[in-house]
């Protein structure tokens, strides 16, 4: 059963500083790994999609790797702002014995940044 | 425009009583999915729907009855309500269920408080 650990759970670092947050799965055999953001009391927001068949995917000052064989990902935030303050979730999709694809969640890392 | 929406935001309401949440996507997705992040902002899934047809089902009391009249909505029943019923319930859709363009997208959450 595939299990992902976000590490640390949380992470407070002062404004313009460049950050790493990690995420490790067990189970190697996914279709892609997926970054989310959750602000206090709000829904999730989809940051940036990884394929199994991809190394990294960047979106502004955001960049995600993928290491599909040691089962990691890393979640790189350039120049930390205030804004960026809030959970990020890595999520993991597999396939499901049900016969579809489906995401597995770590419990997420609350950042916070420090004006 | 709101991609995935759900109502109500807010659901409090006594221990025994039967409750309704609704979704609603307007991506033209064909999958969606419910899930439960608990008091512990642990995020799991509950149900998946593929265009009307129930596609995972993970370990959940049969008190929970997803219901999909079309594949824009998928609609979550709760009977005989107990405590730990009390969560934040999200709703989410993708393109199909997949590999390709299994990116998901995730309603604001409805969280329901049983007293």
């Known amino acids: 059963k595939q299990e992902v650990t976000q590490i640390p759970a949380a992470l407070s670092v002062p404004e313009g500083e460049n950050l790493v947050l990690n995420c490790s799965f067990t189970d190697s055999a996914i279709y892609n790994l997926q970054w989310f953001r959750q602000d206090p009391g709000k829904g999730l927001t989809s940051l940036l999609l990884i394929q199994s068949s991809q190394r990294e995917q960047t979106s502004g000052r955001l960049n995600a790797s993928l290491d599909k064989s040691s089962g990691r990902s890393t979640l790189y935030i350039a120049a930390s702002q205030p804004g960026d303050s809030a959970t990020y979730l890595c999520a993991v999709g597999a396939y499901s014995g049900a016969g579809s694809y489906q995401l597995t969640f770590g419990k997420g890392t609350k950042l916070s940044v420090i004006p | 425009d709101t991609a995935v929406s759900q109502t109500p935001k807010y659901l409090v309401t006594q221990m025994g009583n039967d409750k309704s949440i609704k979704c609603e996507q307007n991506?033209?997705?064909?999958?969606m999915y419910w899930y439960k992040q608990d008091s512990k902002k642990f995020l799991k899934i509950m149900f998946s729907y593929n265009n009307k047809e129930l596609i995972i089902n993970e370990t959940v009391p049969n008190r929970f009855s997803p219901k999909s009249p079309d594949k824009a909505h998928l609609n979550l029943h709760i009977n005989s309500l107990e405590l730990g019923d009390s969560a934040v319930y999200f709703c989410?859709?993708?393109?199909?269920?997949?590999?390709?363009?299994?990116?998901?997208?995730f309603g604001p959450g409805t969280r329901l408080t049983v007293l």
């Open positions: 991506l033209g997705h064909d999958t």
């Open positions: 989410a859709s993708s393109q199909d269920r997949w590999i390709q363009g299994n990116e998901q997208f």
